[in-house]
């Protein structure tokens, strides 16, 4: 692991700094100075009462913290280099033991309801996460398993800050497929209902730093102790059709593995569009070590290289 560590240290440094606009101070006047309103807003936000006098602008009505039903953006983004979240993705991966492999993800996310302002991603919110990992072989695309995964949350966000708080289940299933193919195969009936609470942190808009821990209320196979945390550099604000460059690092720690788990590194390409409240579509180099991201084969130690397309909330 010393090797690894020493390997995305230098990434990072490396990557970083293309992030990074001289003098690289955190919010000074010229930064928010090249920023869209919408995201200087979104670090230099204060409380705005939600009752408005009637010669009120339209652009301060849309600013002022009123309740909003399925608001646009979410306060709390998910983590890029995360195996476990709900998102859009792919990954064409070689894994040293099992050969070439395809990994598709197929998830969604929408926002319930909102306390804050109107124009940009702030205050108090709900959202709704639901999704499906599935892992392939590259050969016959038979299907090995499948993890299915479901998440309500509660988040907070003011200028720099976010939090969330919320409860997710994920349970896994071997493929049919698979299970022919390995009739010794002991299915395991890996499961986990946990409560989840994290927070990022953004010293410019730019970079985020991340930490989060679950604890399951209810669990087989998985131990009720989990910690994450990472880092994603990339834009947050439009990019027009040449894109930007991003890198995104996540490490997951588990009980179960007696707090071993996996590092997963991202680096490559990506856009976000005219629309502020879109979420990020990005392509690059993929790189995970440590147990396997499919909870069917948890214990597993998987090194994996490839490709990778997603679209992150």
């Known amino acids: 692991m010393d090797v690894h560590r020493s390997l995305l240290f ?40 939600a009752s408005l006098p009637a010669e009120t602008s339209p652009d301060d009505a849309s600013s002022a913290w009123q309740w909003h039903i399925r608001p646009q953006g979410f306060v709390y983004g998910t983590y890029w280099a995360s195996a476990s979240e709900p998102r859009m993705a792919v990954h064409l991966i070689d894994e040293r033991h099992d050969g070439t ?11 319930v309801l909102r306390f804050g302002p109107k124009d940009r991603p702030e205050g108090f ?29 509660g988040t907070y966000g003011a200028g720099p800050h976010r939090f969330k708080f919320g409860f997710y289940h994920v349970s896994s299933h071997a493929g049919d497929e698979f299970l022919l193919e390995h009739p010794g195969f002991d299915r395991l009936n890996f499961f986990r209902d946990t409560l989840a609470a994290g927070y990022s942190y953004y010293p410019i808009p730019q970079a985020r730093f991340y930490a989060e821990a679950g604890w399951a209320l209810d669990h087989e196979i998985s131990e009720p102790w989990e910690f994450q945390f990472g880092i994603d550099l990339g834009p947050r604000n439009r990019t027009g059709v ?18 071993g788990g996996n ?6 390409w990506g856009w976000r569009g005219d629309d502020a409240f879109d979420g990020f579509l990005r392509t690059g180099v993929h790189f995970y070590e440590g147990a396997s991201p499919q909870f ?15 679209y992150d909330y």
């Open 10 to 49: 230098v990434v990072f440094m490396s990557a970083s700094a293309g992030w990074c606009v001289p003098p690289c101070s955190a919010l000074g006047g010229d930064e928010f100075g090249r920023l869209p309103e919408v995201e200087a807003d979104l670090y230099a936000a204060s409380y705005q009462p």
């Open 101 to 111: 492999l395809l990994d598709s993800y197929v998830g969604g996310r929408f926002g």
């Open 125 to 153: 919110q709900v959202d709704v996460l639901g999704g499906a990992k599935l892992r392939q072989n590259w050969g016959d695309l038979d299907v090995l398993a499948t993890d299915y995964r479901y998440d309500i949350l």
């Open 242 to 259: 040449g894109g930007a460059p991003f890198l995104a690092m996540n490490v997951h720690l588990r009980e179960e593995l007696d707090f």
């Open 263 to 268: 590092v997963a590194v991202q680096v490559g």
């Open 296 to 310: 069917s084969f948890y214990a597993e130690h998987e090194r994996q290289i490839g490709w990778g397309i997603w």
